[in-house]
C-alpha cells in the first residue's frame, strides 16, 4: 500500500487519528524552524570568528534539516480533513450547565482523574484529554482557566494588550492561519465559533487542545517570547479512559 493510500485510508476511517497526527506534525515542523534559526546563529557567529569551515558545516546541516522539514509539511497537508466540532468545545455550551458539571455527568469517577494543578507542563507536551487549570507566560501571575479555548482567548488578550498591531496583523498572515481556514478574522461569521479579543479581532476557537498549543506557539514566536516560558497547569486527565 503505498503512503498517499494509507493516509487517505486513515483519513477516511479514522479521520481523528489523522488529525492528531496532523497537530502532532505542525509541533514537530515549528521545533525544526525553531532548531534551523538555532543553526543560523551559529553560522553568524562563525563568520564572526572567521571559522568558514564552521559556515559550511552548519549550512549543510540546515540544508539537510529542510529536507525532512519539506516532508514533513507534504504529510501535514495530505492528512488535512474536514474538522468537525470537537466534543471539548461543544461541551461547555450546553444550556445551564458548567464544564465541570458535565463531566461529572459523563466520566465515572470523577475525583479519580484530577491530578495536581501544582504541576508544570510546557507547550511541548500532549494535550489530548487533558483538561487546563491555569497557565502562565514567563514570570507574570498565574491566569486561571477552565477550559482550553479560555486558555487561547485569556492568552491572546494578554498578547493585544502588549502589541494589539502586530496580534491584529495576524489576520492577513499565511503562517497564522489554514491553507483552508482562517483562525484569525475582524468579521466572526469568517469563523466556526469566534472568540471576541478586545472587540478588536476574532479567533477561531473550534480546536483541539493540541491545536490550540500548536497556535499558541506560534503566536509566541511572533512576539519573540520563549517557549519554554509558557507553561501550562492541567486539573484533570482522562487519557485512561480512551486507552
Aim: hydrophobic share 35%; with cysteine; charged share 35%.
Amino acid at each position: 500500500m503505498e503512503c498517499n493510500d494509507v493516509l487517505d485510508k486513515l483519513k477516511e476511517e479514522f479521520p481523528d487519528k489523522a488529525i492528531d497526527i496532523s497537530e502532532c506534525l505542525e509541533l514537530l515542523r515549528e521545533i525544526i524552524n525553531d532548531s534551523i534559526e538555532a543553526i543560523g546563529d551559529r553560522i553568524n557567529t562563525a563568520v564572526t570568528n572567521r571559522n568558514f569551515d564552521g559556515v559550511t558545516q552548519y549550512s549543510d546541516m540546515a540544508e539537510e534539516i529542510n529536507r525532512y522539514e519539506k516532508k514533513i509539511e507534504e504529510f501535514i497537508d495530505m492528512l488535512e480533513v474536514e474538522r468537525i466540532d470537537m466534543l471539548e468545545v461543544e461541551r461547555i455550551d450546553v444550556p445551564g450547565e458548567t464544564e465541570e458539571e458535565v463531566e461529572k455527568k459523563t466520566i465515572p469517577n470523577y475525583a479519580e482523574y484530577v491530578v495536581d494543578s501544582r504541576v508544570e507542563h510546557t507547550l511541548y507536551e500532549n494535550f489530548t484529554h487533558k483538561r487546563p487549570a491555569a497557565f502562565k507566560i514567563n514570570d507574570h501571575k498565574l491566569i486561571e482557566v477552565k477550559t482550553w479555548q479560555d486558555v487561547l482567548v485569556k492568552t491572546s488578550e494578554i498578547l493585544m494588550s502588549i502589541d494589539g498591531k502586530k496580534f491584529i496583523s495576524f489576520e492577513n498572515s499565511s503562517e497564522m492561519n489554514g491553507k483552508k481556514k482562517k483562525y484569525f478574522s475582524r468579521k466572526s461569521s469568517d469563523l466556526r465559533k469566534a472568540g471576541n479579543i478586545d472587540g478588536k479581532i476574532f479567533i477561531e476557537m473550534n480546536q483541539s487542545g493540541n491545536a490550540i498549543r500548536n497556535l499558541i506557539v506560534k503566536m509566541l514566536k511572533k512576539y519573540g517570547f520563549k517557549i519554554n516560558g509558557y507553561k501550562v497547569y492541567f486539573r484533570a486527565d482522562y487519557s485512561n479512559i480512551n486507552e
